[in-house]
């Protein structure tokens, strides 16, 4: 009998443990095929296996890359780790920084694509053109890298402008160096803004040489230096409208005749624009000025003459009706006299003379165009002395009757303005006057017949009082036109023509003034500029000792802001 050696029983001992193994490991893996197997498809037999293997081998390549199902794509990326997060967290694998490399020296790879993509890019293939290798095939970037979570660097605003900056492109100027537009009036003041107001002084200094220093009858010649400041001030409100002017000049002999005398005054509108086509006017004025020597009140044996100091004050509504426009106005006229210094060294009181004119005016028009409004207007009135019995005993109050027709004038810039005539009458209190009554004009107009030219028509009729005993007074007319007309942005002309005619009521007598006057205007800059006037006036009386005639030439400088 045999026996077994010792290493042969090893050897053996090991093969069966060996054999032991391989058996488990077979059952471990044939039993989930088995269950496969046996519970959800069923038995399949080896020749149904070997046909599908046959069928599909014969089948060309993109309808077998067709047949493959798709790689997992989760909703949200990172959901699954990517080749590289997969390498990057293999238990074996090392760090990027392991050797000193860069993680971004290292080639990226590029993920596996999937059956559907493999098969569009055989369809899009040119036939007998092989695939390309991995290699080849160019990075796809990652799901993660195509999602932006941070702040975008964006490019600046000349980056989407393409510059021409070749040799046929144009050298564009410096922006300090460009032309600025060209000033329509470049020596207009620019005025001084006070809140609401724009304010546009002016101040006139200069010397005026003159042949009759007061245009009375016996007046000598005289060097006088005159001095004239005006200031206009007009509103910036958005609805309503206010403004303001105001003048002051004096005038003081240098050598000749002794004159020194002071005049000025100031007068503002206000216009609200209320609801319904309606608006309101106001009007609020003061004046003061030495009386002149053409008065119709004569006083011998004066030194000075008295001063004259005139208060008015309005307050008007209008209202447009359609075409229609009515209109009610409310004024009230203050005249006051200062005493009169005579070459003896006594005064005289002027008292008698002071007097106050209430009127009251109601108009109707109707606008036949946008441009012109014919208008009919009824005027009543009362003038009060302060005294009523004057020095010669006439009680001189009395009341006042008036209409007259006319039409307003609308044309823009270019015509604009009102004129009327009509007849006014005033009626004494004292039955030993004779009644006042006489034809009225009234004009206001201006006209541009061009650009830079202004052609100006203004025209009055008062009726003046009196202190001769027995006499009612008198009406004047007075009328000027004027042209101004600007040659040069910096030199501007005008010409001025006045007349003034004087009817006397209780007598024949009637007195006639004219006047001519040119003047010229060059302007050094915006707030300076050399002045100079012409003047000429004559008066003609039917009354003794009251002939007069003047010429005087005005140098000087005016300065403006």
């Known amino acids: 009998m045999a026996q077994i050696r010792p290493e042969q029983r090893t050897q053996t001992t090991a093969l069966r443990i060996l054999l032991a193994t391989a058996s488990v490991a077979t059952l471990l893996c044939a039993a989930p095929l088995h269950a496969q197997e046996t519970a959800l498809r069923g038995p399949v037999s080896e020749d149904d296996i070997n046909n599908t293997l046959r069928l599909y081998k014969r089948r060309p390549a993109a309808e077998q890359a067709q047949d493959q199902a798709p790689a997992y794509q989760p909703v949200s990326p990172g959901a699954i780790p990517t080749q590289a997060d997969a390498e990057a967290t293999d238990l074996f694998s090392e760090p990027p920084n392991a050797d000193g490399t860069s993680a971004g020296s290292l080639p990226s790879a590029r993920p596996p694509t999937t059956a559907r993509q493999r098969a569009r ?55 300090e160096g460009r032309r600025p537009q060209p000033d329509a009036n470049p020596f207009e003041p620019t005025g001084i803004r006070f809140g609401t107001f724009v304010l546009k002084p002016s101040l006139e200094q200069g010397v005026t040489a003159t042949s009759n220093a007061d245009s009375s009858f016996n007046g000598k010649s005289a060097v006088l230096s005159e001095t004239t400041l005006r200031l206009n001030a007009a509103s910036d409100w958005e609805s309503h409208s206010a403004t303001i002017d105001a003048y002051g000049n004096y005038r003081k002999s240098i050598s000749g005749q002794e004159v020194k005398d002071l005049s000025g005054g100031i007068d503002g509108r206000l216009q609200l624009d209320l609801a319904d086509d309606m608006r309101a006017l106001a ?146 209190d004292d039955d030993r006057l004779k009644t006042v009554s006489a034809a009225t004009i009234a004009a206001d107009l201006r006209w541009s017949p061009m650009r830079g030219t202004i052609v100006g028509l203004t025209g009055e009729t008062l009726v003046e009082g009196s202190t001769t005993a027995g006499d009612s007074g008198s009406v004047l007319y007075n009328g000027r036109l004027s042209v101004e007309r600007q040659i040069r942005s910096n030199l501007t002309a005008f010409l001025a023509g006045g007349v003034g005619y004087r009817d006397y009521a209780s007598s024949n007598d009637h007195e006639l003034r004219l006047s001519a006057e040119a003047g010229l205007t060059w302007w050094l800059n915006r707030y300076a500029g050399l002045t100079g006037k012409l003047r000429h006036e004559t008066f003609d009386s039917t009354l003794p000792f009251r002939d007069a005639k003047t010429n005087s030439v005005f140098v000087g400088l005016k300065i403006q802001r």
């Open 283 to 428: 009007r609020l004025g003061y004046s003061m000025r030495p009386e002149s020597t053409s008065s119709p009140v004569v006083i011998s044996g004066t030194a000075e003459r008295p001063t004259l100091h005139t208060l008015n004050g309005a307050l008007g509504v209008e209202k447009a009706v359609g075409k229609f426009r009515f209109g009610v106005t409310g004024e009230a006229v203050d005249e006051s006299y200062s005493d009169a210094e005579l070459t003896d060294g006594t005064t005289l009181s002027q008292k008698d003379r002071d007097s106050r004119l209430y009127t009251g005016k109601v108009r109707v028009g109707y606008e036949v165009s946008p441009a012109l409004t014919p208008f009919g207007e009824v005027e009543f009135g009362r003038r009060v002395y302060d005294l009523r019995f004057d020095t010669a005993g006439f009680e001189r109050s009395s009341k006042r009757t008036g209409a007259r027709a006319g039409v307003e004038i609308d044309m823009g810039e270019k015509f604009g303005g009102e004129i009327s005539a009509g007849w006014i009458s005033e009626d004494f």
């Open 121 to 175: 890019e055989a369809r899009e293939r040119p036939a007998g053109t092989a695939a390309p290798t991995a290699a080849e095939r160019p990075a796809v970037p990652a799901a993660d890298e195509e999602l932006t979570t941070g702040t975008v660097r964006q490019g600046t605003v000349d980056s989407e402008t393409e510059i021409e900056n070749g040799p046929e492109a144009e050298r564009q100027r410096a922006i």
